[in-house]
Nanobody, 127 residues
Framework: QVQLVESGGGSVQSGGSMRLSCVVS?????????FAWFRQVPGREREGVAS???????RYADFGQGRFTISHDSSENTVYLQINNMKPEDTATYYC????????????????????WGQGTQVTVSS
């Protein structure tokens, strides 16, 4: 079982920036490697923020365009989510996810696409 461990959450003021990290344990070599970040607030469904394939293809939620950037450092087996110009509505628990088999591009922001999850890291943005 692949393990994902998030870090980097915390509290920040509106307009600030934050970078979340997700260390991914080793996995079998495959052409189909997908990583994603999701977020969830109590009482609401988990929503996709950003996703990427190891080839470099990225996909963002509409609200994430321009403020969120997903990236992957293969040398450190780490996936990052850079968040800029943060807003109070970004307050949530952020989860890292991974998939190691083929997935259609239009499914990459759906939680059901992923079968490997981290434990989550809390992000709080104050106004």
């Amino acid at each position: 079982q692949v393990q994902l461990v998030e870090s980097g959450g915390g509290s920040v003021q509106s307009g600030g920036s934050m970078r979340l990290s997700c260390v991914v344990s080793s996995y079998a070599s495959t052409d189909f490697v997908y990583f994603a970040w999701f977020r969830q607030v109590p009482g609401r469904e988990r929503e996709g923020v950003a996703s990427m394939r190891s080839s470099g293809y990225t996909r963002y939620a509409d609200f994430g365009q321009g403020r969120f950037t997903i990236s992957h450092d293969s040398s450190e087996n780490t996936v990052y989510l850079q968040i800029n110009n943060m807003k109070p509505e970004d307050t949530a628990t952020y989860y890292c996810a991974a998939r190691f088999s083929y997935a259609q591009s239009n499914s990459l922001l759906s939680p059901s696409t992923y079968d490997n999850w981290g434990q989550g890291t809390q992000v709080t943005v104050s106004s």
